[in-house]
């Protein structure tokens, strides 16, 4: 069955570098999503990506945040200078239509 | 805003019983309700959807209920096994969005 793979699976990183998220949608997914999870706490939306352009954003994905979908395959979340609120777990879903797929996540560290 | 009320935090039931998580939504646009599944360290994973246009939806043990005049919709899960443990969350979405508002979720512990 095919799956929604994330790496890597933590990263630990300084306040103000830049890291990047990658993901690998299903293959035959047309939408695409960033959403994150601080600990014990619920998911929250970040921004929903289709036809190589972002549709939607929430309040969260400041200038700090771009998404990218580099290639026919991955699809990347970058934060440009990180921030100790940034630490959480970031999962990557997709989907073909209202039906979202999640991956196991990239739990992030900033220090 | 939109926003998703999930209760309880956490439920405890004994091997067998049936297990019962509501969430309330505050847009009346919402009309797809998905609940997720979260393992420890694992990412959601959707184990039942309804849409507005039905009122229930059944599959095996689960099966979802939807009140949209109240705003109110409920997971029920029936003979419940210690596998089913896990931290269950429901979520609404308008239609045209794709945008996932989630409930805070709750912890199910079901004891053998």
């Known amino acids: 069955e095919p799956e929604v793979t994330q790496t890597p699976s933590h990263q630990v990183t300084q306040m103000g570098q830049e890291v990047i998220l990658r993901c690998v949608p299903i293959s035959n997914h047309l939408y695409f999503y960033w959403y994150r999870q601080i600990l014990g706490q619920k998911v929250e939306f970040l921004v929903s990506f289709y036809n190589n352009e972002i549709s939607e954003k929430s309040e969260i994905f400041d200038d700090q945040f771009s998404v990218e979908r580099p290639d026919g395959s991955n699809f990347t979340l970058k934060i440009r200078s990180t921030k100790l609120e940034d630490s959480a777990m970031y999962f990557c879903?997709?989907?073909?239509?209202?039906?979202?797929?999640f991956g196991p996540g990239t739990r992030l560290t900033v220090t | 805003g939109e926003n998703v009320e999930q209760h309880p935090s956490t439920l405890s039931v004994q091997e067998g019983d049936s297990a019962v998580i509501k969430c309330t939504y505050s847009d009346s646009a919402s009309n797809y309700f998905p609940w997720y599944k979260q393992e420890l360290g694992k990412g959601p994973q959707l184990i039942i959807d309804i849409r507005s246009n039905v009122g229930e939806k059944k599959d095996q043990r689960i099966a979802v209920t939807l009140n949209k005049t109240a705003k109110h919709f409920s997971l029920h899960i029936t003979e419940t096994q210690p596998e089913d443990s896990a931290v269950y969350f429901c979520a609404a979405s308008i239609m045209g969005t794709y945008k996932y508002i989630f409930g805070t979720g709750t912890r199910l512990k079901v004891l053998a």
């Open positions: 879903a997709s989907s073909k239509g209202y039906e979202q797929y």
